[in-house]
């Protein structure tokens, strides 16, 4: 039924600011073992076919590499082709297929053996291991006569169209390539969402029926804003969400400086990162540092823990970029969907209420060391750096101590914790006798404060900041900063969101941290309202008893003009 141009509106979570329109570009995703497939009988026939497909997958990383636009991605992808093609592993499947496995799950078994080979060996050969996986599902996928996984190559500006995307496929992704991203799954607190912010590349989740409506359909056009998405959009509604664009940067145009509202209240306005390579672009930015520098995402995708060295040169470089503007580093958050190989606990019934964050730390206490005496020897050696270092989940005064005293025992000026839990918003008056600083992570605050998983799209309308229950976690914390006279921030996704931001400026927060592209949006809007007004937002907010109304309630007081800024 569906005509070549049926236009289409769909809904969904948008997450990162921005609209575009172009050519869909289909992400594919893995296949895995056919669950129905024969046990061979002709292991002979069935290694040709394996070692065909093999080559194919050879050859098509390298007909990628040809085109490649960088040295590296160029280098990558062909010694990825070498290994699909790898003597010892063509070996290890034929084993597989005499002992009677079916083709796909000889390549699946096959590729773990050697996998564990290769982790055993260490170092720059076990970093191979996710090539190796890529090629397994590459393979599989032609064995099985489907598509190959992945993100298609793009030889236009394109909008991805993907299922979900997981966080370190995001990370790769290039901007100048890759111009939206619709996913079908996804929340607007996962870390695909954060990373999609983080490139500044427009992005909507939870885009309920987008996979069946862009069949056969080449065009679709984005409001990464408001979550909106047309497939099939017509001349006028590109026009639309171009106007929308300009007015948005019209309002944007002459933002700049510190952060502060109409009458001079300063809210410090910082960038969240994720690599020195975020530092360094973030710095280019007018902000005024880096309030929250997740440093597990230096180490996903390795399968040994980075030497004190090596992190002490990244860090280095993270505080050489900001210069003396403020630099918060968060130590290792490993767990629940950042799982680390080499931070492994063993299988949890429940990875989010599990032994992540600082309760990993406290029980791998080598790796929390590593990374404190790093930070000090970075801190050393960047004269006039201002580095804050916190904990993340916690969720008790004894955390708080413990992380306190081992991070003043390496000279550690600032230190501060993440208030993630509810525990530690009740708490934070106590904490903060201990704490020098605390960092609200609203994403996780909403989804221990409402029981609400923020990997679960379904699940965004318990897990908004304007939920009455979240925002009195976020009024508990700021009344015990302020009782201790030490200041809060906001580094969860909800200081980003423009009208969220003034009604935590009314609740007592003295900063912001985001994704850097957003930090224009956030200071226009701070600009335009008093601190009295975002008392009376934040007021009639924690009153309201739902979470629509609180935010209906804040839009009404803010100035009509920033309805081209706000979801
Ligand atoms: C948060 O939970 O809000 C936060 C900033 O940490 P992360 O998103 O990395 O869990
Ligand atoms: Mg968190």
Redesign the pocket.
């Given at each position: 039924m569906s005509e070549s141009t049926a236009r289409t509106e769909l809904k969904g979570i948008g997450v990162s600011a921005g609209t575009a329109s172009g050519p869909i570009a289909l992400v594919t995703p893995a296949v895995g073992i056919d669950q129905h497939e024969p046990a061979s009988v002709d292991p002979e026939s069935d290694g040709v076919r394996v070692r065909e497909a093999l080559e194919g997958v050879a050859a098509s990383l390298r007909s990628r590499a040809e085109h490649a636009n960088s040295e590296t991605s160029k280098a990558v992808l062909e010694a990825t082709a070498t290994l699909a093609t790898d003597k010892g592993l063509i070996k290890g499947i034929d084993k597989e297929l005499k002992k009677g496995s079916g083709v796909t799950k000889a390549i699946h078994d096959a590729v773990e053996t050697y996998a564990a080979k290769l982790r055993k060996l260490g170092g720059y050969m076990a970093e191979r291991v996710t090539d190796l996986y890529d090629i397994r599902d590459r393979a599989t996928a032609r064995v099985r006569n489907l598509p190959e996984p992945g993100i298609p190559d793009l030889t236009e500006p394109s909008i991805l169209i993907a299922e979900d995307l997981a966080p370190a496929e995001t990370a790769t992704l290039d901007p100048e390539s890759v111009s939206g991203i619709i996913t079908e799954a996804g929340g607007a607190?996962s870390?695909t969402a954060?990373l999609a912010a983080q490139l500044g590349i427009p992005a909507a989740v939870q885009v309920k029926g987008i996979a069946e409506a862009v069949v056969n359909q080449p065009q679709v056009a984005l409001d990464g804003g408001t979550g909106k998405v047309i497939v099939a959009p017509d001349a006028s509604d590109v026009s639309e969400l171009e106007a929308r664009s300009r007015r948005r940067a019209e309002l944007l145009a002459d933002s700049a400086g510190e952060g502060a509202t109409r009458d001079g209240h300063k809210v410090k306005l910082l960038a969240?990162i994720g690599t020195a390579e975020d530092a360094r672009k973030a710095a280019k930015f007018d902000l005024e540092g880096s309030g929250?520098f997740?440093t597990?995402f230096l180490f996903l995708d390795r399968d040994a823990a980075p030497s004190v060295e090596e992190q002490t040169e990244t860090y280095i470089k993270v505080l050489q970029a900001f210069g003396q503007r403020r630099v918060v580093v968060?130590t290792l958050?490993a767990g629940?969907d950042?799982p680390l190989s080499f931070a492994d606990l063993g299988p949890e019934e429940n990875p989010a209420l599990g032994r992540r964050g600082l309760r990993l730390s406290m029980e791998r206490v080598d790796l929390i060391d590593q990374q404190l005496e790093a930070l000090a020897a970075a801190h050393q050696a960047v004269e006039g750096a201002d580095l804050w270092v916190m904990a993340?989940m916690v969720s008790t005064i004894e955390e708080t101590e413990w992380f306190a005293e081992r991070a003043r025992s390496y000279g550690l000026p600032q230190i501060g914790v993440?208030v993630?839990t509810p525990a530690a918003a009740i708490l934070s008056e106590q904490i903060l006798t201990v704490a020098d600083f605390a960092?609200?992570?609203?994403?996780?605050?909403?989804?221990y404060t409402m029981a609400a998983d923020?990997m679960q799209g379904e699940l965004a309308g318990l897990l908004s900041p304007w939920q009455p229950a979240v925002l009195r976690m976020i009024q508990a914390t700021a009344q015990g900063g302020e009782h201790n006279g030490k200041p809060i921030g906001v580094?969860?996704?909800?200081g980003g969101d423009p009208l969220v931001a003034l009604v935590l400026a009314g609740l007592g927060v003295s900063s912001l941290s985001m994704a850097p592209a957003k930090v224009s949006a956030v200071r226009a809007t701070l600009r335009l309202h008093d601190l009295e007004t975002c008392r009376d937002m934040a007021d009639l907010a924690i009153k309201a008893p739902t979470a629509s109304q609180a935010r209906e309630a804040a839009l009404e007081l803010a100035d009509p003009i920033i309805r081209d800024l706000v979801s």
């Open positions: 607190t870390h954060i969240n929250l997740r597990e968060r958050d629940a950042k993340p993440m993630e960092s609200i992570g609203t994403n996780d605050l909403s989804q923020r580094c969860g996704e909800a």
